[in-house]
């Protein structure tokens, strides 16, 4: 994944039928929900880029994916994307929905830990909340599993991932646009604190006071 702080390409822009006629442009709070995660400057270790985005969820959708990176190695990624129905949707509370999906190896002895889902969703909805915003209808899953080599395989240490679906309201200002750029921002707030990085440096958007780490990863994660 190449690196891009802080920089996304715009897919927002109207497309072509099969027919080959114009769509619609997006409307103009959908555009500028998308302009806005230009603005937002992350962490070194974060590399981030646009991706393909679900076509079915909603009429407009935008999508990035992100990875945590150091010393060449991943150690957690995931998947943001950006919904947007301008007639509203029941089950959001909103017109716009953000959806992720964020994952992450961990210690195998972490997966003995009763509290880690509880602890995991405590991260996601902290980091919103660290930054001031508001949201509603949050849902969503944590899930742990392991895996074990054996045979010709025997020889790697026994893995633990760490996997959570999420999804939020970001709320809207006066002219109906959420404010995607600090959404972004805490989402990648809840990729580095999986990922077992220490917090940044408290201040006005960057939360450290009590946050709670992983313990220290492993190396490179085997082929």
């Keep these: 994944m190449a690196a891009a702080q802080g920089h996304f390409s715009d897919h ?72 947007h129905d301008p007639a509203g949707h029941e089950g959001w509370e909103g017109t716009f929905r953000l959806v992720t999906l964020v994952r992450a190896e961990l210690e195998p002895e972490m997966a003995t830990d009763p ?22 209808a949050p849902g969503g899953t944590v899930t742990r599993s392991g895996s074990y080599y054996f ?3 025997s020889d790697r240490r026994p893995a633990t991932q760490i996997e959570i679906r999420a999804s939020w309201t970001p709320r809207e200002d006066r002219n109906g646009v959420p404010d995607t750029g600090a959404h972004l921002a805490a989402w990648c707030d809840l990729l580095c604190q999986i990922a077992g990085l220490p917090p940044s440096a408290p201040g006005p958007a960057e939360p450290g006071a009590g946050v709670v780490s992983l313990p220290q990863r492993r190396g490179p994660r085997q082929p």
Excluded: N
């Design 151 to 153: 045979g010709g395989l």
């Design 12 to 83: 927002s822009g109207g497309t072509r039928k099969p027919d080959g006629t114009e769509e619609e442009a997006p409307p103009a709070a959908f555009r500028l929900a998308v302009d806005a995660l230009r603005t937002v400057r992350l962490r070194p270790e974060i590399e981030v880029e646009p991706t393909r985005a679900p076509q079915r969820l909603a009429p407009y959708a935008h999508a990035v994916e992100a990875a945590v990176v150091e010393a060449d190695e991943d150690l957690a990624d995931g998947r943001l994307v950006l919904l």
């Design 115 to 136: 509290l880690l889902p509880e602890v995991c969703w405590s991260w996601l909805t902290g980091a919103l909340e660290a930054r001031g915003l508001a949201y509603g």
